[in-house]
Every structure is written in structure tokens, then in C-alpha cells.
């Protein structure tokens, strides 16, 4: 099974600012690696896939980047809906498909 | 636009089983993959199995493996997961999940979550 980490555990930013968040798989996972932000009481949205690749609708300023081991997801300019948690997931190898401990980015 | 509607809180004993829905709209249910995760309360994400409808096939986690079933009725575009020998660890919010673009291994719809209570 390859396991996730994320760093760090939480990232405090304020508004305006840019965030850039870690996650490390244990081996390389290629650029199978997706990007989800959640916050209280609903559901993770998708971010980003392929490591890379924002899905539909999602502002500019999220951006990921990094393959095989290390990658990063980076918000050029915190606005006030981004403050959540952010999870990476890889879909390399699987079963099962495993997800990072993830990052809350809260306000400074 | 493409919706994952499920079924509502359940409260179950130790030792029981539950099974929850998930009725998905627009899109074809079948050429989709879906998924269920779990989130344990205050925890992360846990990717428990998914289900091919059109084939009929689905793969489980090890972790899950022998407890869980995972099911889809193409009839009415629902997708189902069973829980059983349920544990006080089995609390959580239970997602199901569809594929983004039909790759199967990550999800751009998500229903809005089934939180099941397992107590004595």
C-alpha cells in the first residue's frame, strides 16, 4: 500500500497571501496524484488530477505541480473560501486508492 | 448536472449491518465508476471500494475486505454499500463518489455523505 503524508499539519496564511502545501507518497505514484479541499460539514471537492491538471471550474490560483514522489498544491492568493482542509490522493497503485492525513490551512 | 443523493443517518448496534444508497441523476450511471469513503469523526479520508456498473464488478480495500459489498442497480442508477460486524470504529460519514471523467480513480461528484453511528 502506498502511503501518503502531507506537511505541514496545518498552514496558517492570511488573505492575500500564497499557501503552498507538500504531499509525499512512500514510492512513485508517476503523476496519478489528485488535490481535494474540504470544508466543515460537506463533501471534498476535486482540485486538481494528473498532478497538474485543475478541474472544471476551478479558479487559477490553485495550482499543482511535482511527480513520482514529491508534489506540491500551491494557492497564488488565499482568498476567504479557500481556508479548509486539503487532501492529496494517488491513484498509482492501488487497491486500495489512499489518500494524505491532509493540510487545514486556517487564518493567521 | 450530474447529482449523488443518498440515504439518510443510521444508528447501529455492535455487531450489525448497515447498508447504505446512493441514487445518482444525470449523467450514464453505467459508463461511471463509483466509490465509497468513509471519514471517521474529525479524521481523514478512507477509501473503502468501488463499482464498475456496467460490469458489475467491484474491488474492496484489504482493510475492508469480507465486511464490505458493494453493489449497483442499473434499473434505477443506485449504488449501494453494506457494512457488516460493524464496530464502535465504524462511525464516520460515509461518502459514495463518482469518477470525474471516467478514469475510475478520482472523483469530480460526491453525495452529500451518510453518517452512521455505531453504539450499544
Known amino acids: 500500500e502506498i502511503v501518503m503524508t502531507q506537511s505541514p499539519a496545518t498552514l496558517s496564511v492570511s488573505p492575500g497571501e500564497r499557501a503552498t502545501l507538500s504531499c509525499r507518497a512512500s514510492q512513485s505514484v508517476s503523476s496519478n496524484l489528485a488535490w481535494y479541499q474540504q470544508k466543515p460539514g460537506q463533501a471534498p471537492r476535486l482540485l486538481i488530477y494528473?498532478?497538474?491538471t485543475r478541474a472544471t471550474g476551478i479558479p487559477a490560483r490553485f495550482s499543482g505541480s511535482g511527480s513520482g514522489t514529491e508534489f506540491t498544491l500551491t494557492i497564488s492568493s488565499l482568498q476567504s473560501e479557500d481556508f479548509a482542509v486539503y487532501y492529496c490522493?494517488?491513484?498509482?497503485?492501488?487497491?486500495?486508492?489512499?489518500f494524505g492525513p491532509g493540510t487545514k490551512v486556517d487564518i493567521k | 448536472q450530474v447529482q449523488l443523493v443518498q440515504s439518510g443517518a443510521e444508528v447501529k448496534k455492535p455487531g450489525s449491518s448497515v447498508k447504505v444508497s446512493c441514487k445518482a441523476s444525470g449523467g450514464t450511471f453505467s459508463s461511471y465508476t463509483i466509490s465509497w469513503v468513509r471519514q471517521a469523526p474529525g479524521q481523514g479520508l478512507e477509501w473503502m471500494g468501488r463499482?464498475?456498473?456496467?460490469?458489475?464488478?467491484?474491488n474492496y480495500a484489504q482493510k475492508f475486505q469480507g465486511r464490505v459489498t458493494i453493489t449497483a442497480d442499473k434499473s434505477t442508477s443506485t449504488a449501494y454499500m453494506e457494512l457488516s460486524s460493524l464496530r464502535s470504529e465504524d462511525t464516520a460519514v460515509y461518502y459514495c463518489?463518482?469518477?470525474?471523467?471516467?478514469?475510475?480513480?478520482?472523483?469530480?461528484?460526491w453525495g452529500q455523505g451518510t453518517l452512521v453511528t455505531v453504539s450499544s
Open positions: 490522493q494517488q491513484y498509482n497503485n492501488w487497491p486500495p486508492l489512499t
Open positions: 494528473g498532478a497538474s
Open positions: 463518489a463518482r469518477d470525474y471523467d471516467s478514469s475510475g480513480y478520482y472523483w469530480g461528484y
Open positions: 463499482i464498475i456498473p456496467i460490469l458489475g464488478i467491484a
